[in-house]
């Protein structure tokens, strides 16, 4: 953007990063460059909207209380359904299969439900009845646990899991418009918040309400949670696709093709779901080495200050996000990064420095989820966004729901080794990742090649 300064000078402010650089060429042709508007906090840097994107920062603040609150009510439904399991049918394997009925849904139906939102001409509605639906088959097992058949609560949630994509890719997958231009690697670093939020903040709520009432208590806790947060999506003004290109996104399996079709996007959706078949087993792994270190009730407080470093990371890279065109390497190897810190817990014998060290695990988990939206949101044409970003997250919840399953297997190895095993997933799938990413340019959604 040019101006014409007091003496005659051109002014030139040209955004870079989250910063606004000024630009003055005096008529001698020098160049003055100073940067204005720098932060001098992450929280500063975070909240500050610029005067032009206040309306912008109304809107995504908008977005962002919605959003938590249907991913708050997604979180604390896996705890929800094996509390209110055991206070029904006194059995954790009921819970088990209540929660993996859920989850496992969401690769199936993620196609379908990304294809439904890239050709509505009213996305904010379909995401808003997708939620609601979420919120009330959620609900239906206080009233079908114990007094029906065990497949009938089974098959309502089978429904609630069909809905979970619109919570998760489906809603970030808007959020890049939303945000206003520049402002992408921003955004998308909050909405990261937002899931370190909700994974704190259902677990405990469902707790604190289970422990007032009664478990069903906390399972409409959640229900409401989730209904209000339809409600808050239906009131957003979500852009549609243009005509033409709701038109070319009319294949369900589009979204698929151009995953498996763009090395850059396929490489992303490979690493982060291999990845996720070790991190899927950290709560069960976390609790095996609580009980080793004979404090079993800090199985909590490990899985809390990761979540917690998550939320720091996050934060940090909303203050100071790298560019765009690096956000498939920051996936990558941040990736690789989540499970080095994890390997050396499995080698220490203090549970301080067990913690510590998961808290370093969680502060690379903020920047990994920020970059690998943002790289999506890069690299997927808008056409096939929704698509792209529900096939995505489906395949990292079903193969976290895989991955908790799997290390059920490895239960007569010791904590150490399980830990291990859950670190070694993500240290191995982030340097295949990062070295792929070496050999092959990343194309983008226009057809560009930038360099990874």
């Known amino acids: 953007m040019a101006a014409l300064g007091e003496r005659g000078e051109e002014v030139q402010y040209r955004p870079i990063g989250d910063e606004l650089e000024r630009h003055v060429t005096i008529l001698t042709g020098d160049v003055i460059r100073c940067k204005s508007d720098a932060m001098a906090s992450p929280v500063e840097q975070v909240t500050y909207a610029y005067p032009g994107t206040r309306r912008d920062g109304a809107r995504l603040t908008h977005y962002l209380a919605a959003a938590l609150l249907a991913r708050t009510a997604d979180e604390g439904a896996r705890v929800a359904l094996v509390i209110l399991a055991l206070d029904r049918t006194d059995s954790a394997a009921v819970g088990g299969t209540l929660v993996a009925t859920l989850l496992l849904p969401h690769v199936v139906a993620a196609p379908l439900v990304g294809a439904l939102v890239d050709r509505s001409r009213r996305p ?82 469902v707790g604190l309400v289970a422990a007032a009432a009664n478990p069903g208590t906390g399972i409409l806790a959640l229900a409401v949670a989730a209904v209000l947060g339809a409600l808050g999506v239906a009131s957003l003004r979500l852009v549609a696709s243009a005509t033409a290109e709701r038109k070319r996104a009319a294949g369900l399996f589009e979204g698929a093709r151009a995953i498996a079709r763009v090395p850059a996007l396929r490489t992303i959706t490979l690493t982060t779901s291999f990845g996720q078949l070790g991190l899927g087993g950290l709560a069960v792994v976390a609790t095996t080495l609580a009980a080793a270190a004979h404090e079993p009730t800090r199985a909590g407080l490990l899985l809390s200050v990761t979540a917690g470093g998550a939320f720091v990371g996050s934060l940090l890279w909303a203050w100071r996000p790298l560019p765009a065109s690096l956000a498939p390497r920051v996936t990558v190897w ?99 990742g990062g070295l792929l990413l070496r050999r092959r340019p990343c194309s983008g959604a226009g057809g560009r090649v930038d360099a990874c």
């Open 334 to 432: 941040a990736m690789a990064a989540v499970g080095v810190p994890l390997t050396l817990a499995a080698a220490v014998h203090s549970l301080a420095l067990a913690v510590a060290l998961f808290a370093l695990s969680g502060l690379c988990t903020g920047p990994f989820a920020a970059a690998l939206f943002l790289a999506r949101n890069q690299l997927a044409a808008e056409a096939i966004r929704t698509q792209v970003f529900t096939i995505g997250a489906g395949l990292k919840v079903a193969a976290s729901a895989i991955g908790a399953g799997l290390l059920g297997l490895a239960a007569p190895l010791s904590a150490s080794a399980q830990l291990l095993l859950v670190a070694a997933f993500p240290i191995v799938a982030g340097i295949a």
């Open 124 to 205: 904010a509605a379909v995401l808003a009845g997708a939620i609601a639906v979420f919120a009330a088959a959620l609900a239906a097992p206080v009233a079908l646990l114990g007094h029906a058949p065990l497949w009938q609560t089974c098959l309502v949630l089978a429904m609630a899991g069909c809905c979970g994509p619109a919570l998760t890719g489906g809603l970030t997958s808007r959020l890049a418009a939303l945000a206003g231009p520049g402002q992408e690697a921003r955004a998308f670093a909050l909405d990261s918040l937002s899931y370190s939020v909700a994974g704190m903040l259902g677990p405990a709520t």
